[in-house]
């Protein structure tokens, strides 16, 4: 019996820009606690019951396979939103992120439909914004690397991550950067982000343990400098 | 003509000005000639005899075009090649530039270029390539080229104006190529060795596999011996060759049968191509090994997932203990996003028992990535400090691994060999 089950989104088709290391740094994490998680793969097409994970991840993708996703996600649509309504814990970054948006305008002006996770649409550009970002946020500073032509823009009262201190995020323009409802994240950090970002990784950990053994886990301290000095080296750099 | 004079010799100048302020081979030359007479590549790589060679795709380049070199000169003929890695325009300008005379006459049977795979779709109608050789399409600093399938799409462009495409039957993206081109000839390998080189549908996708093109040349076997492997050869118009390769890994018996297979269609028969093969050393970065205060110091340099995956099963064949210092750096050449690290196969290095370093812009990244992979290692972002440690670590008479990026590799090699200019060093 695992303490945790996450589940990994679209293991095959959205996986460039090292996002498996978030799931690599969820699995270690617990393990350095003698915590164990079962982690599910979910790709396209297969059939998954999200109320047994504690932990949904999904990570980004090049646009051909964002296509695939995005009809996929459409199937899976009232399952996830009854799950984030249930407080399960979801990280999305990059191609999932823009998805759980309500839509992606894409440059050619064809719209896919997200699943409306998120009160926001993305739209696309022909500007790249890449580099190494850091963002303010409630769980400290996340240092990451963005790379993406979506430019998404929040609707007035949909939560961000963070305030963008370094970087684009979201957009070139308002400088915030991601986006939370309930225990559902958004992110454009690529990097991997839970490596270089520990506490952000616990209070995900914290939160899916707490929903499925109840209030009061307590996460163990790690030593978390190495995690530290990756973090500030890539801060400095551009 | 008289403007390509002009921009031969203006060039030329430039490499002598900026060899004097002592910063070596640059591309300086290629810049300013193509500024003079934007045509100078066309118009210095037409009288090139037998025609013009290029080989791209993300990883096998280099040592692809150094093996076909060797059939090539092996042949008697005059080859011109852009062997020290410079393989955008501006470099591949500046080699013909240094060889031309000051006319702007090449004598030269055959050129064989390598291509940078985002640029190759601009550079193939300029060169008229008469074969050009697709090694594999990876994933490849996704900041500078974007995505795998517009790269894809770039080199299919670009194999259009190839009279041949030699092609990778056993990369799916690579082989469809074979639509756009006029002709095409595929290499490929038997079932086993196929299966150790995943391309990266199958290393990231749902590994469904489209149906392999018949082949014209098979790598049918690629054992390991010594520092190198021996390799078995079968081609479909019935010639068959054997020959000890000085560089190791399945990804190099995928290398010399492209490029066996391109020079097959200069009629270069196997046999000697075959001997050519066993002459021909590892190239730029890529296994050489470089001594050191009685140590030795072998090179392996990375730069996207496939090639650090190559790297990876080399150090997990080596005797525990192995002093290994893995060198990151994150500047445009080498890719300025580091998330390809997590994309490797870095938990295989768990067991090894191997002694660890991370040195470079990006050391406690590397550090980290070992770390969440169970594998303890030293981290030392200063380059001096870094080869100080790796070589203390090194027993007299040993060798140990270095496995750095591109720029990083450039820094440990001013280091190692003081001095000496990166084109003498690897000449």
């Given at each position: ?5 996450i589940a990994h989104l679209y293991p095959y088709e959205m996986n460039i820009y090292g996002d498996t290391g978030n799931v690599i ?14 982690v599910d793969l979910v790709p396209v097409g297969a059939s998954y019951?999200?109320?047994?994970a504690?932990?949904v991840f999904g990570g980004g993708g090049q646009d051909r396979s964002q296509l695939q996703v995005a009809e996929d996600l459409q199937r899976r ?15 999305t970054i990059c191609g999932t992120?823009?998805l ?12 896919i ?126 | ?57 993300t ?77 594999n399409l990876a994933r490849d600093?996704l900041?500078?080229?974007?995505e795998l399938a517009t790269t894809a ?15 990778n039957a056993d990369d799916p993206l690579v082989a469809e ?11 490929g390998?038997?079932e086993?060795?196929r299966r150790a080189m995943p391309h990266d549908s199958g290393l990231y996708g749902s590994g469904e596999e489209p149906a392999r093109p ?90 996207n997932p496939a090639?650090?995956n ?30 390809w690290?997590w994309d490797s196969r ?82």
């Amino acid at each position: 019996m695992s303490d945790l089950v996450i589940a990994h989104l679209y293991p095959y088709e959205m996986n460039i820009y090292g996002d498996t290391g978030n799931v690599i740094a969820l699995r270690r994490r617990l393990e350095w606690r003698g915590l164990g998680a079962q982690v599910d793969l979910v790709p396209v097409g297969a059939s998954y019951d999200f109320t047994g994970a504690d932990l949904v991840f999904g990570g980004g993708g090049q646009d051909r396979s964002q296509l695939q996703v995005a009809e996929d996600l459409q199937r899976r649509s009232a399952a996830i939103h009854e799950a984030v309504a249930a407080g399960t814990v979801f990280l999305t970054i990059c191609g999932t992120y823009q998805l759980f948006g309500r839509r992606f305008l894409t440059q050619d002006g064809s719209e896919i439909p997200g699943i409306g996770v998120f009160a926001m649409e993305t739209i696309g550009g022909r500007k790249r914004m890449i580099g190494n970002v850091v963002v303010a946020t409630p769980w400290g500073e996340l240092v990451g690397f963005e790379n993406h032509s979506g430019r998404t823009l929040l609707d007035p009262g949909q939560a961000s991550l963070g305030r963008v201190k370094r970087g684009y995020g979201n957009n070139e323009t308002r400088r915030e950067e991601g986006a939370v409802t309930a225990d559902c994240f958004g992110t454009y950090l690529h990097g991997s982000l839970l490596p270089k970002n520990p506490a952000f990784a616990d209070e995900l950990l914290q939160r899916a343990l707490s929903r499925r053994h109840g209030p009061g886990v307590v996460l163990e301290a790690l030593d978390d400098r190495l995690e530290h000095l990756a973090a500030a080296a890539a801060a400095r750099r551009p | 003509m008289l403007r390509l004079v002009l921009a031969t010799a203006l060039g030329r100048a430039a490499g002598r000005l900026s060899r004097l302020l002592g910063r070596g081979g640059s591309a300086l030359p290629g810049l300013i000639a193509e500024k003079v007479d934007p045509r100078t590549i066309e118009r210095l790589v037409a009288p090139v005899r037998r025609g013009v060679i290029v080989v791209t795709g993300t990883n096998g380049k280099t040592t692809t075009t150094k093996m076909l070199v060797g059939m090539l000169e092996g042949e008697g003929w005059r080859v011109v090649t852009n062997s020290t890695g410079s393989n955008l325009a501006r470099g591949i300008a500046t080699r013909l530039i240094e060889v031309a005379s000051w006319s702007g006459r090449i004598d030269a049977d055959l050129a064989v270029f390598e291509a940078d795979e985002a640029a190759v779709r601009t550079l193939a109608p300029r060169l008229r390539p008469k074969v050009m050789v697709v090694t594999n399409l990876a994933r490849d600093q996704l900041d500078r080229y974007g995505e795998l399938a517009t790269t894809a799409a770039h080199v299919a462009e670009a194999v259009r104006h190839a009279g041949v495409a030699v092609l990778n039957a056993d990369d799916p993206l690579v082989a469809e190529m074979a639509g756009g081109a006029p002709a095409a000839r595929f290499f490929g390998a038997a079932e086993g060795i196929r299966r150790a080189m995943p391309h990266d549908s199958g290393l990231y996708g749902s590994g469904e596999e489209p149906a392999r093109p018949a082949l014209d040349l098979c790598l049918e076997r690629a054992e390991p011996e010594g520092d190198g492997q021996v390799i078995e050869l079968a081609a479909a118009w019935g010639e068959r060759a054997r020959a000890r390769l000085q560089v190791p890994g399945p990804y190099n018996g995928y290398n010399a049968a492209g490029a066996v297979l391109a020079a097959a269609e200069f009629g270069v028969p196997m046999a000697r191509a075959v001997g050519a093969l066993e002459e021909t050393g590892p190239a730029f970065g890529r296994g050489q090994v470089v001594e050191c205060r009685g140590r030795r110091v072998k090179l392996q340099l990375v730069k996207n997932p496939a090639g650090f995956n190559q790297a990876i099963r080399l150090l997990c064949a080596l005797p525990p203990g192995t002093p290994v210092l893995i060198a990151i750096n994150d500047l445009d050449a080498d890719g300025r996003d580091v998330s390809w690290l997590w994309d490797s196969r870095v938990e295989d290095l768990a067991g090894t028992g191997h002694r660890f370093g991370t040195a470079g812009l990006r050391a406690f990244d590397m550090a980290l990535r070992l770390k969440y992979a169970g594998v303890a290692a030293w981290s030392e972002p200063d380059f001096t400090a870094a080869l100080e440690r790796f070589l203390d670590q090194i027993p007299l008479g040993e060798t140990g691994y270095l496995v750095p990026t591109y720029t990083a590799m450039l820094r440990f090699l001013d280091l190692l060999l003081p001095g000496t200019s990166k084109r003498e060093a690897w000449a």
